[in-house]
């Protein structure tokens, strides 16, 4: 298990440019299986849940192209349908919390799939209803195989997908994303309702669409796809990823220091911008870049009335629960209290009791909601040895020890990586001080 040791209390400086966005991805990725073209996808993040989905890919027969960094060619047009029927493919998607992606596009194009409890992050229950129900919508027949330990989908024979209305039991980015791939070669027409629309989904439907797909209402969380015989290939670019954008503003907030975030694509980041005004962090807007300024003090926001304010997670274009873990942190230090409000995972604020041990000032009211003090930079958080239970909670610990007062150890950081590429020698580059053992 590899650690990352951070002499924290550092200043930053300098200029940072984010990586593409690991949740685009894992769904544009997993949608060369539509097709047995070529398709060309650029600002591909070089991250551990990437890198191993790809390799599940080429596990399936899939031909995999790598140009430079972060730019791949994928060809899906001699897949071995035996293997993805086998225990061993199974197995590995159960390992791998992208693997649910290649789901709709596997029994969309060849009839059957696999559906086992996605792996990943320990952050409480993720259901699956939304895909499933949605797959049968469509015309798929599900039973449990026991011995897999997966739900098997697959269409009767002599039938085929065929599109109908449905409303989704919740705006699940995955499940919307999974079932408009699925739609997207099934016969009529699919409308799906309560769709997520989140860029990412957003940016799925565009290389859709260039793909030959049918799909009306992009953006909105109504879907009109009309199912077509046949797509073809394209080339894509990834969007850079906004919740490590908001990691870095984050960063610059907690060690008070001056830092330009390069290429943010600042229309797409919703009301990300304006949570850390709240917050007090006179961010600005320099072209399509974001510019954190140096400030001695983030004075929260209240609500008009003058009560506390209260900043919580909600479906596109509220704010993604991935960025709940870096903004309670941030607010450690920033004068004034908040509540943080985590909605939809019932265990991903556990890893407060940490900051608490660091002397962040955090009352944890229940799994989902915690109040924080913040400290107004008038004394630093204690260095501390710390574990990563999920992606989110590593990279908040991670700017946690880097404005701490003395060394922390970060284990586990294998969590880290699953989510965000080099992240240490890209902040080493701003200043800091973190070593990998």
């Given amino acids: 298990m590899s650690s990352f040791v951070i002499e ?133 027949s599900q039973e449990y195989d026991m011995d897999k330990k997966a739900f098997y989908l697959h269409v009767p024979e002599g039938k085929s997908l065929e599109g109908r209305y449905m409303l989704l039991d919740e705006a699940s980015v995955t499940g919307t994303a999974n079932i408009l791939m699925a739609a997207c070669l099934s016969k009529g027409v699919t409308t799906i309702y309560n769709a997520a629309c989140e860029p990412y989904v957003q940016q799925l439907c565009r290389m859709l669409v260039r793909m030959g797909a049918k799909i009306d209402g992009v953006g909105s969380n109504l879907l009109t796809i009309t199912g077509v015989d046949a797509l073809g290939g394209t080339e894509h670019t990834i969007l850079p990823d906004m919740i490590e954008i908001g990691s870095f503003i984050a960063l610059a907030a907690m060690n008070r220091s001056a830092v330009t975030i390069k290429d943010v694509a600042y229309d797409e980041l919703g009301m990300i911008p304006e949570v850390f005004r709240r917050l007090g962090v006179n961010l600005e807007r320099r072209g399509d870049d974001i510019y954190v300024p140096e400030q001695e003090s983030y004075v929260i926001d209240s609500f008009l009335d003058g009560s506390i304010l209260h900043i919580a997670d909600a479906p596109w274009p509220g704010l993604s629960p991935d960025l709940i873990s870096v903004i309670l942190v941030m607010a450690t230090q920033c004068k004034g209290s908040v509540l943080i409000h985590q909605k939809m995972f019932e265990s991903r604020l556990f890893f407060v009791d940490k900051l608490i041990d660091m002397g962040a000032q955090i009352i944890l009211c229940d799994p989902h909601r915690a109040v924080v003090v913040g400290h107004d930079h008038r004394y630093q958080l204690r260095a501390g040895n710390m574990s990563s239970p999920d992606i989110r909670a590593g990279i908040a610990m991670l700017l946690a020890a880097m404005s701490a007062k003395g060394t922390s150890i970060i284990s586990n950081i294998e969590q880290i990586d699953r989510g965000y590429e080099e992240i240490d020698v890209r902040l080493n580059a701003l200043g800091a001080r973190i070593s990998r053992q």
């Avoid at 972060?70 to 693997?99: E, N």
Wanted: charged share 25%; with cysteine; glycine share 12%.
């Fill in 8 to 140: 924290g209390g550092h200043k930053l400086s300098g200029t940072i440019r984010p990586q593409g966005a690991k949740n685009e991805a894992l769904q544009v990725i997993s949608a060369v299986l539509l097709t047995g073209e070529a398709v060309k996808i650029s600002n591909v993040p070089e991250i551990l849940d990437v890198r191993n989905l790809i390799l599940l890919l080429e596990g399936m027969g899939v031909k995999v192209t790598r140009h430079e960094k972060g730019v791949y060619t994928f060809q899906a047009d001699d897949i071995d349908t035996d293997y993805i029927a086998s225990a061993d493919f199974v197995g590995k998607c159960a390992k791998l919390r992208g693997s649910v992606m290649v789901v709709g596009p596997l029994l969309a194009r060849f009839g059957r799939a696999y559906f086992p409890k996605p792996g990943g992050d320990q952050i409480g229950r993720r259901r699956v209803d939304t895909h499933i129900l949605g797959f049968m919508n469509l015309g798929a």
